[in-house]
């Protein structure tokens, strides 16, 4: 596609359930990256793709977060057993390659994630 | 803990004035990059200046560099109520994630 596609856009689920969010980047990049962002906050980093190895997963929060990537192209972040701290803005971007020395991060437009 | 960190975290000023916001960091860099988000959701890329470099321009955009202090800056000139949006810094750091700070709100009144 033209441009990262993340869906759903907006997810509201119950305390308890399992979530999936799913990334569809810019076709041709390498590299693929998970930020979440709370209300009024920075982008708080999670995991990073190199092709479909994660060289960084240091900034999952717990082991109830996982990532994966298959086919170097889609991710998919779960979320099991959610709650309600895990309210927020989950943005994906993607770029050519991660150390490539000058290259952007195209950024999807997000899934709000509302744990109620 | 985030590398790269904006100052002023909000920042108010009349539509023609200029902007002025400033990212430090703390590690050695590749390069470094200027985003900017409107309305919580996707950013989007503004201009990327490498380590070697201490100026670039982008229409009303000038970033600068400088390495030895660890920080940079972005200035809009001219500034426009459209410009209202998050502005955040990231830095890429030799073949590891880009790494963003907490971000700068700038609000443009007309």
């Known amino acids: 596609g033209a441009g990262v596609s993340q869906s759903p856009s907006n997810k509201v689920t119950e305390k308890g359930k399992d979530v999936e969010l799913r990334c569809d980047p810019i076709?041709?990049?390498?590299?693929l990256y998970w930020y979440r962002q709370s209300l009024g906050q920075g982008l708080e980093f999670l995991i990073y793709f190199q092709g479909n190895s994660a060289p960084d997963k240091s900034g999952l929060p717990s082991d109830r977060f996982s990532a994966e990537r298959t086919g170097g192209s889609v991710s998919t972040l779960t979320i099991q057993r959610t709650q309600q701290e895990d309210s927020a803005v989950y943005l994906c971007a993607s770029s050519q390659s991660v150390g490539a020395g000058n290259t952007e991060a195209f950024f999807g437009q997000g899934t709000r994630l509302t744990v109620v | 803990s985030q590398q790269g960190e904006e100052d002023p975290q909000a920042l108010s000023i009349q539509e023609g004035e200029n902007a002025t916001m400033n990212c430090s960091y703390k590690?050695?860099?590749?390069?470094l990059q200027w985003y900017r988000q409107n309305s919580g959701r996707g950013l989007v890329h503004l201009i990327l200046?490498?380590?070697?470099?201490r100026e670039k321009h982008s229409g009303r955009l000038r970033v600068t560099l400088d390495t030895s202090k660890k920080s940079s800056s972005l200035l809009i000139t001219a500034s426009r109520a459209a410009d209202t949006a998050s502005y955040f810094c990231?830095?890429?750091?030799?073949?590891?994630?880009?790494?963003f700070g907490a971000g700068t709100i700038l609000r443009v009144k007309s």
């Open positions: 990231a830095t890429d750091a030799w073949g590891n994630k880009l790494v």
């Open positions: 590690t050695s860099i590749n390069n």
């Open positions: 076709s041709g990049h390498t590299a």
């Open positions: 200046i490498r380590s070697n470099e």
